[in-house]
C-alpha cells in the first residue's frame, strides 16, 4: 500500500531566522510546530520555503524551495533534505526578511495520492490471439497485484482470464483459457 505525507490545514509557520543554502537544521517562531504533522508517528513531508516580506504567493518568489521534514525536535526542524521537487536549495537569509514554509500539497503529494488508487484500464481481447496486450501503464511492476475481468459483453465469453505477463516497462498481456469466438471487452485493475 503506497504511503501518503501527513497533512494538516493551516499548516504556515514562520522561520525564526535567515538560513544559507546549506542549512540543514531550521528553527521556527517558538510554538510553530504544533501547526505541523509530527513526523515520527505520522511520518514525513514536503512543505515550501519562501520569502514572506516580498512575496505574499510563495509562488511568485524565484527561490521558493521545497523541502523535506523528516523530524523536528522543539521548535527545530531537523535534518531535513533540501533541494525536493526539482526545486534547488536556495539561501533564504535577506536582511529584514521574513521566511515562511506552509505544508500545501505539491506534485509529490498528487503522486502519492495517484499511487494508493488502483488504476483500471479497459481492452480488448482479440479473436484471433485470445489475448490483449497493454503498454505504457505507469507503476505498474512485475510484482504489482493485477485482476483482469470480463467487461460488459452481448456475447458469453468461452474461457477464464489470465494474466500471461507483466513486466516493469509497464505492459500487461491477458489471455483467455480457451479460444474465443469474438473480440471481447475487458477490465484489468492494477493494484499498486
Partial sequence: MATIDPVRNKARVTV???Y?????N???????????????????FNMIWWNGTDYSDPIDDPNYEVIRVPSWVGDVLTNILRAQEGTVASNHNLSNKTYRMALVPTKN?????????????RAVLS????TAQV??????????????????NALTP????????????GHIIVESTAEETADRNIIITIFP
Fill in 16 to 18: 525564526a531566522a535567515g
Fill in 20 to 24: 544559507d543554502a546549506a542549512a540543514v
Fill in 26 to 44: 531550521i528553527s521556527l517562531v517558538s510554538g510553530e510546530t504544533s501547526k505541523l504533522p509530527v513526523p515520527a508517528s505520522e511520518g514525513p
Fill in 109 to 121: 503529494t498528487i503522486d502519492q495520492i495517484r499511487s494508493a488508487f488502483p488504476v483500471v484500464i
Fill in 127 to 130: 479473436v484471433a490471439t485470445s
Fill in 135 to 152: 503498454n505504457g501503464v505507469a507503476g505498474l511492476t512485475s510484482t504489482s497485484k493485477v485482476i483482469a475481468n470480463w467487461g460488459v
Fill in 158 to 169: 468461452i474461457g477464464a482470464l489470465s494474466i500471461k505477463e507483466q513486466g516493469d516497462d
